[in-house]
């Protein structure tokens, strides 16, 4: 088995060959680097399992979390995303240690492709380098705009039939957990904030002042 990269720690720099002034080509690009994300919930899970996969497949370096997919912090993923340069790679066990969503997740990997970054995921066999690849992020990405308008629609007909049952949800003084209910639902699925001030009845200052979207 060979031998496990330690899961943090100091980016190395990388060697840039340069051809001679008189070679119209210019400059090498630089050589690509492997880099690993692995993810744990609990302190009581074990990454193990994670890293022999990673390093296995080639990863030259692993940055790791522990915290729940629901969490917005995550340094590991953070640092990991920062080393990424043009032609490197992404390597994950599975996409769901790599987003807290499946929007997020299309976010995150939407970033990386602008950016010319690789993603594999090995549980999946997904490598955006290949075209089936490219074609299963599409779908993941289908997916999360198939879910996204479910959510809107499936909150905005509660409200409706909310409506017609004489509840009152015009214009709010307080802020019910109700409307906060609703409002984190809609803002999760991707909605925008002047579509669920709207379909709350309530306006875009409220929105912001207490859901911080």
Same mark, same amino acid.
């Given at each position: 088995?060979?031998?496990?990269?330690?899961?943090?720690?100091?980016?190395? #720099?990388?060697?840039?060959?340069?051809?001679?002034?008189?070679?119209?080509?210019?400059?090498?690009?630089?050589?690509?680097?492997?880099?690993?994300?692995?993810?744990?919930?609990?302190?009581?899970? /074990?990454?193990?399992?994670?890293?022999?996969?990673?390093?296995?497949?080639?990863?030259?370096?692993?940055?790791?979390?522990?915290?729940?997919?629901?969490?917005?912090?995550?340094?590991?993923?953070?640092?990991?995303?920062? #080393?990424?340069?043009?032609?490197?790679?992404?390597?994950?066990?599975?996409?769901?240690?790599?987003?807290?969503? %499946?929007? /997020?997740?299309?976010?995150?990997?939407?970033?990386?492709?602008?950016?010319?970054?690789?993603?594999?995921?090995?549980?999946?066999?997904?490598?955006?380098?290949?075209?089936?690849?490219?074609?299963?992020? /599409?779908?993941?990405?289908?997916?999360? #705009?198939?879910?996204?308008? %479910?959510?809107?629609?499936?909150?905005?007909?509660?409200?409706?039939?909310?409506?017609?049952?004489?509840?009152? %949800?015009?214009?709010?003084?307080?802020?019910?957990?109700?409307?906060?209910?609703?409002?984190?639902?809609?803002?999760?699925?991707?909605?925008?904030?002047?579509?669920?001030?709207?379909?709350?009845?309530?306006?875009?200052?409220?929105?912001?002042? /207490?859901?911080?979207?």
């Amino acid at each position: 088995m060979p031998q496990r990269p330690e899961p943090v720690f100091k980016r190395e #720099e990388r060697p840039h060959q340069r051809r001679s002034a008189g070679d119209s080509r210019g400059v090498i690009d630089a050589m690509a680097t492997t880099i690993g994300y692995a993810r744990v919930s609990t302190t009581n899970q /074990h990454l193990d399992m994670q890293l022999d996969a990673l390093t296995a497949s080639g990863c030259t370096r692993i940055h790791t979390d522990t915290a729940s997919g629901a969490l917005t912090a995550r340094p590991g993923l953070d640092q990991a995303l920062a #080393e990424l340069d043009d032609g490197d790679t992404l390597v994950v066990w599975r996409l769901d240690r790599l987003g807290r969503s %499946l929007p /997020h997740l299309v976010a995150t990997i939407d970033n990386l492709t602008k950016r010319g970054v690789n993603l594999r995921s090995l549980h999946e066999a997904i490598d955006t380098t290949t075209p089936t690849g490219r074609l299963m992020v /599409h779908l993941i990405a289908s997916l999360a #705009e198939f879910e996204r308008e %479910l959510t809107i629609e499936r909150t905005i007909a509660g409200l409706e039939a909310a409506k017609a049952r004489g509840a009152n %949800l015009g214009r709010p003084t307080v802020w019910t957990p109700q409307r906060a209910e609703a409002a984190t639902a809609l803002l999760a699925a991707g909605a925008t904030v002047t579509q669920v001030a709207q379909a709350l009845g309530v306006s875009r200052a409220t929105i912001y002042r /207490h859901a911080n979207p």
